[in-house]
């Protein structure tokens, strides 16, 4: 196979797998989409499959996350676009090692077992190792391209999102074999992926609403100020922020509710320093027996220098007002990297002395379970790592208390794959979720998935609802810790295998040469 055809061919692929994560309507396609690109990866010499299958994750990869740029906006141009170019190029190396690790094992056997039908297996083992670590990004696995429908989600429940990127991959993988080699019964592999997971996934709604009992509720409002992000940092613009947020609030009739939750960083400052909107709120939770969740920053002295702020430890945090107890504060436990923490600052303490725009932020320890409801609150990032949401559920959860502060992305796809995450892994672990961003999305998310109410992108607007306090089981919500431990354990045999395995001589199939380079 040509190089030229072989890129075209990836290039295909991946292109239509970036328009199948929402808010593009493509996901189910997913199961077909790659096809092309395995096609090159088993028809094709080694250097040009690895060369293709770069430059296509490289297009995937900046088709999805350019809002980085936003992000990245409060530091000089070359260091955005250069941050922005090394980031897809760094996440384009996970898809490159899958490729050379096709190549090296495609036709290699243990006996006359084929070592490509691990594969699957080992591509969700790399997404496992995307979510670990200080720089760990499970942004873009490919089973989260089921979220447009609530039926295809049920999967998650059994299958967790790794699991639907290995059946995503593996179906790809025989409709490949299936043009190759002729095999038309393989090739409707796609097609019958396709029905079962829509069938079982519709099947399981319907006996749901067959079988709902009554359930205990909590009401909960959801206030979304819709603070530009050029205005919500700027100390000049403080008292207007803050006016905007209390102007739509006071409409709220308190009466009504048994808790608020404001967005991330609701109030855009240290909490310690900020003695009225702390008072007004420990006030106003007091007088109209209600409690309140509200984002803002902390700092704490300890002496340790930690941080560029010398002796300070700085936390992104929530905080309780109301309900019996005097103000209570949960810390951020998963920082972003880059933007919240330097990764590695612990092993290279010499990091954070290098200025890079990033918020130098000191990690918190544990999740907390505040009431009423038994409800676990989660900041922005948080709710993307299905196992931190497991880890909450065990502690007698019944709901997460999402906020987020999705300004930084702009008018961009970030909110709505944001938001796409949260909801996955909502339904993955089956408990409920309540969604308070600054600028969109903020919602009600069941179980299992079914949207109660959301709000847009920059509307300005309270939401209010009941959320269920009865979680869902799902066999993933048991298993998926060890799951993911042996995806990730057998990623790494599977590397190993495939380092020491030499390549067999050139063989044909279906009528073209591997030519592989060793």
Not at 163 to 182: E, Q, R
Not at 269 to 290: H, P, T
Not at 328 to 352: A, C, G, Q, T
Request: with cysteine.
């Amino acid at each position: 196979m040509s190089a030229k055809r072989a890129v075209l061919l990836s290039l295909i692929s991946w292109v239509l797998m970036a328009l199948s994560f929402p808010p593009f309507p493509l996901g189910p396609g997913a199961v077909a989409f790659l096809a092309p690109w395995f096609y090159v990866l088993k028809t094709a010499s080694k250097k040009t499959a690895l060369l293709s299958s770069y430059l296509g994750a490289f297009v995937f990869n900046a088709s999805c996350i350019y809002w980085l740029y936003y992000v990245g906006d409060v530091a000089p141009q070359a260091l955005i676009f250069s941050g922005l170019f090394l980031g897809v190029a760094f996440l384009s190396l996970f898809t490159l090692l899958c490729a050379w690790v096709f190549v090296k094992i495609r036709d290699a056997r243990l006996g006359k077992f084929p070592l490509l039908f691990l594969f699957p297996f080992f591509w969700a083992g790399i997404e496992v190792l995307h979510s670990k670590g200080d720089m760990s990004f499970p942004w873009l696995s490919l089973g989260l391209v089921f979220g447009n429908s609530v039926e295809f989600m049920q999967a998650y429940a059994l299958l967790g999102v790794f699991g639907c990127s290995a059946i995503i991959i593996a179906s790809n993988m025989c409709l490949a074999t299936a043009i190759l080699k002729g095999k038309k019964k393989l090739g409707l592999a796609p097609v019958a992926l396709v029905a079962i997971l829509y069938i079982g996934g519709y099947g399981i709604i319907t006996y749901e609403k067959n079988d709902t009992d009554v359930e205990d509720t909590l009401t909960v409002a959801v206030v979304q100020p819709s603070i530009h992000q050029t205005k919500k940092w700027s100390r000049a613009y403080f008292d207007t922020v803050m006016g905007q947020t209390w102007d739509l609030f006071r409409t709220l009739d308190p009466s009504e509710v048994e808790l608020i939750l404001f967005p991330e960083t609701a109030i855009p400052d240290f909490i310690n320093v900020r003695s009225k909107e702390y008072g007004f709120l420990e006030n106003y939770a007091k007088q109209n027996n209600v409690a309140i969740v509200a984002g803002a920053l902390s700092k704490f002295w300890d002496g340790k220098n930690k941080n560029k702020k010398k002796g300070y430890s700085i936390y992104n945090s929530a905080f309780l007002f109301g309900f019996g107890y005097p103000m209570i504060e949960y810390r951020k436990i998963h920082l972003v990297p880059f933007s919240e923490k330097m990764p590695f600052d612990n092993i290279f303490p010499v990091i954070n002395y290098v200025d890079l725009g990033s918020g130098n932020f000191s990690p918190g320890d544990s999740l907390s379970i505040w009431q009423p409801g038994n409800f676990s609150p989660l900041i922005c990032y948080e709710a993307i790592y299905g196992s931190i949401l497991r880890e909450a559920k065990r502690k007698g959860a019944k709901f997460i208390a999402n906020i987020t502060n999705d300004g930084w992305f702009m008018k961009s796809t970030a909110p709505y794959q944001h938001f796409n995450l949260v909801r996955a892994h909502a339904v993955e672990n089956g408990i409920g979720i309540v969604r308070a961003a600054n600028t969109g999305i903020s919602a009600f998310i069941e179980p299992n998935g079914k949207i109660i109410e959301k709000t847009e992108l920059f509307e300005q607007k309270i939401i209010v609802s009941d959320i269920s306090l009865q979680t869902r089981f799902t066999p993933y919500s048991v298993i998926g810790d060890y799951i993911e431990l042996v995806l990730l354990v057998f990623s790494f045999l599977i590397i190993l295998l495939a380092i020491i395995i030499k390549n067999p001589q050139p063989v044909k199939v279906g009528g073209y040469t591997n030519n592989v380079i060793s």
